[in-house]
């Protein structure tokens, strides 16, 4: 094994361990006289809980990490017994049947940042009701236009302002916006660092899966952002690539496939989901999952020069893919097509996630118009009922056999 | 007769049955065969592939390449690669019918439309995803509950004068549907007609995804059934091409990339010899010939 790919696997080594400290920091948190917010990853203004020294809790990646580790059905079960619907999001059954089993943290406060999944509302309402932790609000607007409008702007601003309220009635700490400018810096190197490995995924090879392989990253960079760790590993990740890269070194022995993907991956079968595109030699070059904690890779930081609440108003508001119109969504697919030199684009549709889901038949025509290929799937990204195998790999077997068909022909015709 | 390894062979595993073709070096089929799957695959397959031999007449030494596809291709052990159904039916259905732009597959659990270049390559496909709603097990249902065999069910139909409306959501509450017609009164023709109609609208939506060119082949299994394709050709709106072989399909167009495989790697120009002609439905004859 060579050092560029033992890095790489320490590259992951690294972001679980942080992780893994992370979740520590949750579980001693009372010990230790500290308190615990729950928020969501899309919009998340996780800048402001670390300037109030407050440790997150991110309620979707609890769900994740149990789907991973295929203990996820039982809690979902546990949910749908008090009466959540089958075909409701599996992330809140995940969560909420841990929470029945007195097997979830229970937060001291609960910050739900609506930005677009109005699924986010109801479950940390019921998250309240059921913890009795109080419960906050932050309303951010679909976005209507490209650039959003100074009264988008301070509409955010002034509930970010009673937010702080709110924390430092939590914390018991006041408010200290040079402290948040700090963070602010340390999330900008995270940033910067992100969005350096999301565009060595443009060379030939891809140094890493910007799909399969970005979900280890996407740790530090939605959870542990605004710490010195967090920015520490995506650093170490970004040299890291950048080295993998000049040596042409990719994460398969082959690239055959460049591709975009959409959708969340199913995590219950991650690792033989995986298996299916890599026989292929199909790697991910971009994805739109990749992208929920924020939208990085187009240039935009947060900014500790300016107001430290309009810079976290900017992130919540503008650089999200969870609050854009339908059009948007199709056009940065075919961006990210074009720019990143992919062959096809690729669906994962999970029913019950409206907010993904809703719109990628749409998107699949806009991908299409403008000539790529698209492969269409369907299962689920945390209950594992909804996982079937074999129709899954006829699927992905026909497109990349239909993609190597047409390359033979163009090779044929000496086009 | 055949030079040694001039031939191609598929083999296509499917829920219910395994059919096997295969085809000599002037591209034409020689023998084919089909036989239960059942569930020992691995032997079902290697029947078929020896029934289809022995029709055809000849040795296993003359088949250069065999390839597998199905549900079940990877279970073809003898084979040499596999490919799945969709690529291997849409070559079988441009062979059979070269203006063949647009394949509709019916099996009897899933339902395909796969469009197709001028070469028979694969353009774009969408299957039917989790629920065999709308599929050949709609007409399995229908049979279980009206009694009568699937090779019934067409002609059948054929004679409804008022198809009724039926669920289309639910291969097993359709059949509670027709029991509840049946017993109001209607006749078995009128609401097989009805079934057929379901089929086929929730085909046509399919279709209609991946885009209807002209000209529209039918193949699997319930293209044999006569109202299926006349229903399907009233929703679509448009002529559609059907082979009295349609079923072989799969196995046909895997047997070509198996064909295609063996003369890449001898590198030798087909081998003139006189072989069985199967177009349009006419069984083969011939020396070299051979049916089921």
Redesign the interface.
Known sequence: MSTAYASSATVNERARRAMDAWFSEIAEAKARGKKTVALMVSGAPLELLRAFDLVPIFSEVQALQLAIKKKSLPPILRAEQEGYASDSCAYVKADLGLLFSDAAPVPDAILCNYVGCNVYVKWFEHLAAYTGAPLFVLDVPFARTDVSSSEDIRYVVRQLEEMIVFLEKVSGKKYDPDRLREVLALSARAEEAWSRCKELCKRRPAPFDAYFDAINLMGPANCLRGTEVGAEVLELAAETYAALASERKGPLPEERFRIVVEGPPPYPAYRSFRDLFAKWGAVGVASTYSCVGGLWEFGWRHDPTKDPLVSIAEHVLRENLTNRSLLDRGDRSVRWLREWNADAFVIHSVKSCRLFSAGQGDERERVREAGFPVLMLESDLEDPRYYAEAPIKNRIDAFFESLEQARALSARRGS | MFARGSCGAGVDVGSTQTKAVVVGPGHTVVGRALVPTGAQIVKAAERAFEEALRAAGLPRSAVGKVCGTG?GRFKVTFGDFQ?????CHARGAHHVFPATRTVVDMGGQ?TKAVRV?P?G???????N??CAAGTGRFLSAAADVTGLTLDQLGPVALGGKEGVRLTSVCAVFVESDIMSYLAQGKAVPDVLAGVHRAIAARTASLVRRVGIESEVTFTGGVARNPAMVRALEQVLGTSINVSEASHFCGALGAALLALERAEAEVGVAPVEVPAAKWDDGTAPSGENGGTA
Do not use: H, Q
């Open positions: 549900y490919s799945t159904e969709i690529t899933d270049g070469s390559e694969v353009v774009d496909f969408v299957m995803d989790k």
